[in-house]
């Protein structure tokens, strides 16, 4: 499992994606981390993603990091949504969108929720922008040199890796073809 | 054949076109330099790409046009087609057969809960308006299949669907129009399979007639003569004739020898005594003729003495057994009388204690329309009950992964679990029922979030008949009234079977008009007040007689009859109703109570001859020996009288004869003095 989503990242960053669909896979999946699952909100934003040109692999790859890693941001979270919720300034939006009957699905008013929604909104453009960077980095410089490096290429010629390259192939094509 | 270029690179691009929608789309190395190594410029200066490449380098091209038309736009149009396929399919179906899956899938729940063929016509289902609604359903009566149990005609339901989707069912309104009840159909609507019910409910095999407290009419002269051989052991005065009469004979002829020795005593001296009283005292002349005349008397004096002091200890024992008798006479009377009092109370003669027509009326009332209510309200309580949420029904929540935060609360209106807020329902010119709408408001599961008690309504109109409801069912936290109702029934027929029979009475029509007030409290006790109005007085009498006579005098005087009352029911269901107000009671008990003196008057009669009868023979026996003891008394004073009449005489003469003698005793004490004195004169 975890070799097949190193192997989705990899043909994801040797593709001709561009890198801001990778970047944008890769923020929204910190923003879909940091917001507990059981709620519209998240729900929304993660079906919205699906229609976006983003690399859906990478999206769900990322998440499933960022998830482990938001277990120990939510109490930090959760002090930021407090903040944010108990506002006095923002406290009549809040009861007016408290009010607003789908709105009450989206759970909002949970502190997490809040803190993690800020705190992804926030920390999208940075890792979106980051990322973005670090792929035109790595196509750019390190893709060769790892490609041309001896152990690359030993590995390579290994017959199980080959067997997993090729079976990798025929299903991201499929993939490809389906998208 | 060669293989064509893909259609992005058999077009011409300028070179700032070619950059823009081609290089600037490419992000690898190697895909740029195979891109330049197959582009060339033209003459014109525009960008084409080298048709003439070799396979590998076509294959190559092919690559990159495929990655560079992925490498477009931010949305998945694709996806975003299949999305709109899918609604628009969902939407399809939806038109096509939703509500006919919904109106199968109602019938079957409903078939399941009433046991019994359910059909629903015209149902529809407006998911975003949250509105159910269904032209007809009528649901059969499992026990009468040919029958339906209800129908309703157009109805709809809205429902607040944000509120469904957090778990809570608020109903904004239900209208529902034509409701009718038992209704005939066409075909059975016995489910098949379903267990055939018992054709109908046995009658009760019959009520047992109250007799408690039945006013007794008819005391016939067997009725007394019975009860007097019932009670005769038991009557004191008979055991005091017995004793007397099996006494006396003995002590009556004691003293009766006693005074008649005494008499003749008496009459034995009688010619002794005609002898004294024949001595004339005046024809004694001499001294001798004294001394006999004093020699006659003083033996009968004598006797006659000795008489008088036999007959006077004689008398003073009688007077003393006379007095005995002259006291159990007393008592034989006072027991006499004493045994009728107690056989007139067995008689069970009407006092008019009774409560009353009118409290039987108002207790029948009651029992038949506030019993119902009383029932029909207090399973509405348990049901709104039912309703409310429990800790049980809450649903256990897994034990999160993450950490969940707080949720702020900010003002909201929190809803109940479940709230009715408006019900409406009509029926229109039924002719089993006529016209009927009721409304139903608030019904909620928790009422204190509402704030607001559920308030019904309900009128009905049929031919004279209407009722009138509306009252409020408030379980929010402490109120002491839960419930208030008021009901207005007009015009509807009433019979009585029961409860008049002390009246003879065997059943009564009327019409009627009843306002009942009904609250219950906390604790579930009720109290309320009641107007009735009973009007076309139609009564039945079990028999003709005095009483029944009386009163259909009475009542056919009355135009209504109206009752005011004030009840109360405890929490274990008693009943304690009073009267507060009415016009026929007085009416009534006027007209009983001088019938009951007149029929009291005529069984004491009745007892009292019956009772004599019962004690004559035993006492005129008693009345012989007493008027024998009443003779002997007058004897016996007789003789002491004249024992006495013959003391007086004989002492009486005896006097005179002493006199004589003394008389003569002087004078011969005078000449012997006389002659002494002339003999001292001599000497």
Redesign the interface.
Known sequence: MFITWIAKIVAALNSNIRPRQIAAAVALALLLALIPKANLLWVTLFVITFFLKINQAVELTFLALFDLIALFLDPLLHLLGYAVLTLPLLHDLFTALYNVPILYFFKFYNTVVMGGLIAGIVLFVPVYLLARRGINIYRDKIREKIAHSKLVKGFLKNPLVMAIKNTFGKAYNFYANLR | MAKKLPKIFRKEYTEEKFNKKIVK?????E?KEALQKAARKTTTGTIIINPDLDKKEKKQIKK?AK??K??T????K???IL?ALAAGAIILFSALFKDMLIEQAAEAGLQAVFNAKVDIQGLSFQIFAGRLSFNHLEVANSDKPMRNLFELGETAFDIDL??L??GKVILDNIMCHNIKWDTPRQTSGALSGAPQTAAAEQEAAGEEKREQGLFDFDITEQDITNLLEEQKQNLASFKLLADFTGRYPELSEKWQDSIQKSSKKIDELSASIDKISAIDINKIKTPAQAQSAYNTIKPVLSDVEKLKKDIEKSSKDFQQDFDTITKDRDRLFKAIDADYENLTGMLNIPQGEKGGIVSVIAQGILEQYVGELYAYLYQARSYMDMLRPTSEQQVKENK??????????????VKPKFWLKTMSFSVVDDESFGTISGELQHAASQPDLINKPMTFELKQALKEESVALNGKLDLRTNRSEVLALNLMLKGFPFKLEQGLEFLAISDMDCTYRLDIAFSLDSRNYSSGSLQLTLTELAINYTEDSLITRGLKNAIDGLDFITIGARYSIDAQGALTLEITDNNLDKLIQSVISSIIAELTGNAMQLLEQELDKLLESDLKQYEEYYQDFIDADKDSAKNLLEIKNYEKTVNAKMKEVEKKIKKYEEGITDTIEDKLDDIKDIF
Do not use: H
């Not at chain 2, 992964?401 to 209106?413: L, N, V």
């Open positions: 789309r490419i992000y690898l190395k895909y990159i990655s560079v992925k490498n736009g931010f949305v998945l694709g996806r975003l999305l944000f509120e989707l957090k999160p992964a993450r950490f969940r935060g707080q949720d702020i609360q900010y003002p909201s209106f």
